[in-house]
């Protein structure tokens, strides 16, 4: 019988996720100090929260408003609802493009771009590269002339949240009870059986060489 997962947050997840937003440049063996854990708890949190998804990566968080000849906009997208999704994906694939965000409301795609600080520049990548996609209906868009606070940490967990996970056969969110496969360095994650088993069935031969 495969593992299940438990997607619930303790106080030494929490205590690592802070310590990173701190100074993400810091080892394993200096969080573990900092927190009172051993090392090989610190990279084995990590590597789970890293593959559960809730650490996407750790990155510089650069300031655009001081790198000459840059600027920043938000572009507001009107699409039928029942296409969103799709177009969001797409859109999401378009280099310029650093943020994606599906709304409720009149314009229910709102994207973050940065490129070259000219007004004709977005206008033609508007035109060129947003308003051809099928299913968008209209397009506006703000600059943005000052960043006041822009802060990418996380809010106050508390101990004993569940996260939200997507099941890698069928793409159903689950919060608790996952089942656990863990294919050579992997893991992959499933909200029940039947999808464990399918998974297994399609990926058998790609499964027993990542096994090896």
């Known amino acids: 019988m495969e593992?299940?997962?438990d997607t619930k947050l303790d106080n030494t997840d929490i205590a690592i996720m802070k310590s990173l937003i701190q100074d993400g440049r810091k080892s394993f063996r200096q969080i573990a100090r900092e927190i009172k854990v051993s090392t090989p708890t610190v990279e084995s949190r990590f590597s789970r929260m890293k593959g559960l998804g809730i650490?996407?990566?750790?990155?510089?968080?650069?300031?655009?408003?001081k790198i000459d000849n840059q600027m920043a906009a938000l572009i507001?997208?009107?699409?039928?609802?029942?296409?969103?999704?799709?177009?969001?994906?797409?859109?999401?694939?378009?280099?310029q493009v650093r943020g994606v965000y599906k709304m409720t409301g009149e314009y229910n795609i709102i994207l973050k771009v940065i490129m070259a600080q000219h007004p004709e520049y977005l206008e033609e990548f508007i035109r060129t590269k947003i308003a051809i996609i099928e299913g968008i209906k209209s397009v506006s868009y703000q600059m943005i002339t000052k960043t006041i606070k822009d802060d990418q940490s996380i809010p106050v967990i508390k101990e004993g949240v569940f996260l939200k996970i997507k099941c890698d056969y069928c793409d159903n969110d689950m919060f608790r009870g996952a089942k656990l496969l863990r294919v050579g360095q992997y893991e992959r994650y499933f909200c029940c059986n039947s999808c464990l088993t399918l998974y297994k069935q399609k990926y058998r031969?790609?499964?027993?060489?990542?096994?090896r």
């Open 205 to 211: 031969s790609k499964i027993e060489a990542m096994s």
């Open 3 to 5: 593992p299940c997962l």
């Open 55 to 65: 650490i996407k990566n750790i990155q510089p968080i650069f300031d655009i408003e």
């Open 76 to 95: 507001f997208i009107k699409t039928n609802p029942l296409h969103s999704l799709d177009i969001a994906n797409k859109l999401s694939s378009i280099p």
